[in-house]
């Protein structure tokens, strides 16, 4: 398997998982646990960094979705 496709798909499951860590940092927000609450944004930026490298080379350079020499057609014209 293709490492950068790999890494991509791991970068976009950090930026969402950096997503959802706002839910429990606006809720200790609410309880006014700020210590927990910059705890949880730390997390969430610590993932969205992580996600933002790791996804940084765009699809169109990974080997994804190029066709493989040998799944060529044989002719051109079929």
């Known amino acids: 398997m293709n ?3 790999i890494a991509y798909v791991l970068g976009q499951v950090c930026k969402f998982e950096a997503g959802f860590m706002l ?6 927000l609410c309880y006014s ?3 927990i609450a910059l705890i949880f944004f730390l997390c969430a ?3 969205l960094t992580v996600g933002f490298f790791l996804t ?5 350079t990974c080997a ?3 066709r493989k020499p040998w799944r060529q057609p044989p ?4």
């Open 3 to 5: 490492l950068f496709v």
């Open 23 to 28: 839910l429990p940092m606006v809720c200790a």
């Open 75 to 78: 002719f051109p014209g079929s």
């Open 33 to 35: 646990e700020y210590s």
């Open 56 to 60: 940084l080379k765009s699809r169109n």
């Open 64 to 66: 994804y979705g190029r």
């Open 45 to 47: 930026l610590l993932c």
